[in-house]
Structure formats: C-alpha cells, structure tokens
C-alpha cells in the first residue's frame, strides 16, 4: 500500500515524501481510511507507530477539502508540552507544501508567549495542538474560536488521565460543539480510558496495533556499503562469525537466487526459500533448516512473518527492508524465546533514506559497523535531513508561511 491510495492532495503527498515517509505503518494503514470516512475512532497504539501521522494526514486533507477560514478546525490534546512540540513539528513537516495552519499550545509564565496564542487561537488557526490546563485558560477567558471545530483528537489518553486532566478534558469538551469527529489513543485500554470512550465516542470503529518493538536481546548492526561489495561482506561475515542457524532476506525472488547460488559455489550448506517453489518444497526445506540439515537460508519476505523456527541466531537483511514492520519482523526470527541474536543490514546508499525511516519508526539509530578493509572504499553514510528539500530550509519559509494572520489576509 502507498501514500497515494488514500487519495491525499499532492501537496499532502509532497510533504509526506519530504519527511521520507515511503509506505504507511500498519496504524496508518487502517486508521486514515477510517478519519477519511468520518468515524470516530479508538485506537489503542503506543508512540513508535506512526500514529501521530496517522491522525495528522487525514485531518490536513479534511481540512483541505472544506474551507471554513477563520475558525479552529481540529483540537489535539495531549498530555505533556514535549508531545505537543513534537506533534507540531510533524505537523510543520507534514503540512509544508500546504496552506493548513497550526499551533502549539502548552503552557509557560511567558506573557508575551500567552499573548501570542491567544492572537492565533481568536483568528482561528487550523489545527490547534494543545495540553488541558493551558487550553482551559484560554477557553474560560473566552480567546478560542472554538464554535466550528471538526475534529477533536485525545493523544495518550491513558497518560493524561493518569496525570488526572480528566476534569479539564470534560471542561474542554463543554466548549465543543456536538457535531465533531472525535479520535481517541491509547497505549493500554484500562476501565476508565473505556468510561471516556463511551462518554465521547459515537459508534466508534476500533484498532489495536499490538506493540512489536524489537525484542531487547537482538543485538542489532548494519553496513554501510555498495551493491557490488554486498555478496563479498556476506561471505566474509558467515566464515568469521561462527553461526549455526543463519536466515538471509533479500527483497527479490531473483536476489534470494543469485545469493544462495553464490553461497552454495563458495561451499555454504545454505538453501533458498521464496514463493516461487511448491508448497511441498518450502516445507521440506523448512523442515531440513529446522533440523539443521541446513545452516543458512536465503529467503524472500515471506519468511519474515509467522513462520517460527527456534534458535536462529543471525539474521541478515542482505536488503533494506520496505518499511520499519517488516524489518521488526524480520530481525525479530532471531532471539525468539529465551536466546539471544544478531541482526545485520546492508545499506547500499540508495537505501540510506529508507534505512534513516526505519531507525525513526524504531526510536534509535543502529550502530553502523565499520566495513572490512579488504573490501575497499565503502560509501559515506548521509543523515537525510527530511526537513530540507531541494535546497529549502522549511524551518525558515514555514515561519513565514505559517504567519497565522494569513487567514486574515485572504
Ligand atoms: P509516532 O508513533 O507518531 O511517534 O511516530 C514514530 C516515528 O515514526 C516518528 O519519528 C515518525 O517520523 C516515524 N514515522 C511515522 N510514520 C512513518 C512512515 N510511514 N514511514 C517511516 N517512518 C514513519
């Protein structure tokens, strides 16, 4: 599935290629098209999904699509000021190429900070991302222009109620008018988080995106290299290393070839294991590689998810993977149960950018193992800078693209 499936304005999908969002995470991929209809929504997923741009996408293109200038559009509160920063300079991201509007407001003894959102939340920024107290304030003093919104976003709700904002929250809410949208997240789904939903929802659908972070005892690398120095850097690491159980995933039916036929001539006891072979055939081979028949396995995604053969303890990704689930999946056959794994990219340097999104999905960078020598010069691994585009410094043009007196200005 790609960005462009939902139907976004190409403005959205520029943004969404400058931040090198490539394919949507599995939140995304079920809770945009529901935003899109008009269904509330429960969702229970922690940070590290991709849920924030699961909301953020198509509330922007809501937004887009009916023009109501002058009037907050959508309410996204959370519970801490680091969250709403962070929501925010997504949304700066994510909105670049467009003409939606946004603020973070969340609190400070700043005067002429205060001053400052009460100027943007009367002239009716678009999308207002918010903690409950600050919110409270404004609302109470009668700053919020508040009477048309659309959508009313909960972020880690859970959090918030255990930071007791449940009385704020329903505070806020009595200043809503009743026809909205509303969204409701959550990493847990305890009793009282259901009460809220019950009290604010109306037939909303339901996701649970199970948590898959990589189990702590994979110990994770990568290489930095180019394509040609790939199959020497494979060989060099499976003589070294001393494993028993290995699976290698390549992107191809036609890499997972060429690789195990190179394998094979260079003396591996490795096999290869792909869609194109008859159930029959993956099965028996499965069942060699299981009994340690075989060693190693070259193989396609398909072995990446599911299939659990016990103590594996390298897993290669002789490919970047498509997006940050399949290479949790991926790494994720090694280390099952009580052992331990290892866990190998190769990152050619059209992969970079791709390999930079998964370590954004995974919260961490993966260290980068220096390449052999004997494999000659490597290439230099470049940290994408996904808010700068063709020369743009988006930082700076937003600050004069998101003056908030632009809805006056029309
Ligand atoms: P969140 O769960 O919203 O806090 O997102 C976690 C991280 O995943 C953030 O650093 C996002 O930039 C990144 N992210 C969100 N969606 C995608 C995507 N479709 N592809 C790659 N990275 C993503």
Redesign the pocket.
Known sequence: MNFTDFGFEPTLIEGIDA???????PI?EQAIPIVLKGNDLIAS??????????FLLPIIQGILNKSNEGHIKALVIVPTRELAM?IDQ?MQGISYFTSVSSIAVYGGSDGALFSREKQALSSGVDIVISTPGRLKSHLTMGNVKIDKLQYLVLDEADRMLDMGFYEDIVKIISYLPDKRQNLLFSATMPPKIRDLARKILYHPSEINIAVSTPAEKIKQEAFVVYNKQKNALAKLILKEKNFRSILIFCSTKLSVKELNRELKHAGFNSDEFHSDLEQSQREKILLKFKNREISMLVATDIMSRGIDVEDIDLVINYDVPG??EDYIHRIGRTARAESEGEAITFINEKEQGKFQ??E??L?KEVLKAKVPKILGEAPEYIIHDYRKKKGNNYYNKKKKSRNFSKNNKK
């Not at 590290?48 to 741009?53: C, F, H, I």
Request: hydrophobic fraction near 30%; aromatic fraction near 4%; charged fraction near 15%.
């Open positions: 931040l090198g969002f490539e394919t949507p995470t995304q997923a922690q940070t590290g999904t991709g849920k924030t741009a699961a962070q997504m997006d940050g999104s998964i954004r999905l919260g």
